[in-house]
């Protein structure tokens, strides 16, 4: 018989900064039989609008635990932020949380924000851009909320630079710390830096974390 199991996530007392509070998402595991295609993936999710999801590169379906407002307004500074940088810079394209992307590994992401090169958008075809997209962004960005926890987050990280993304920026404004992630280098670590630069990935593009803090 086919089955769908349902994985409740869990919020563990902290013991360290890698392990504080937060939850997991959602995870429904489905049986074989039921596994989705990525058309049927698409409409799917185009029908659960109301709620987050992603899906990882096992196939199981991730439902995100939501945010609150102090998190929403924080990821539309950064979304018009790198908005007004794409447009002004004009090589690339920006995105916001809304949108999904098929990684390599067949994994469904939706980053905080993300910047494609107009080489990369432009080997889409006008039907992959209606759909999550098989595309490897450049940039993305995941923002921490305080419903977050932080090693899947690096967990995600890490998933996008195995997967093809140059740089990559996990912002903690509960903790004002910033993890960046470059190909083929160690992820680094910067405590309530002032500013953070995109170079070379985004040239020129440099956000001031005043404007991302939690106050």
Not at 147 to 166: C, P, W
């Amino acid at each position: 018989m086919a089955t769908i199991d349902i994985v409740t996530p869990t919020a563990d007392s902290p013991s360290s900064y890698e392990d504080e509070w937060g939850n997991d998402p959602l995870v429904l595991r489905m049986d074989p039989s039921l596994q989705l295609t990525e058309v049927q993936f698409f409409e799917w999710a185009c029908q659960n609008d109301q709620v987050r999801i992603e899906r990882n590169a096992d196939g199981e379906v991730l439902i995100m635990p939501p945010t609150g407002m102090d998190s929403g307004e924080i990821n539309a500074t950064l979304t018009m932020l790198l908005g007004i940088w794409a447009r002004q810079n004009g090589t690339g394209r920006s995105f916001d949380s809304s949108s999904m992307f098929t990684l390599p590994n067949l994994a469904t992401r939706s980053p905080d924000a993300t910047w494609i090169s107009n080489a990369r958008w432009n080997q889409l075809t006008s039907e992959e851009r209606k759909v999550f997209s098989p595309i490897v962004p450049e940039f993305v960005v995941e923002l921490r909320s305080r419903r977050d926890r932080v090693k899947t987050l690096q967990a995600k990280m890490e998933e996008y630079i195995d997967n093809g993304v140059q740089l990559g920026w996990l912002i903690d404004p509960l903790q004002r710390r910033v993890h960046i992630y470059r190909a083929g280098q160690q992820a680094q670590v910067f405590d309530n830096p002032e500013t953070v630069s995109g170079d070379p990935v985004l040239p020129g593009f440099v956000l001031k974390l005043s404007e991302i803090w939690v106050t």
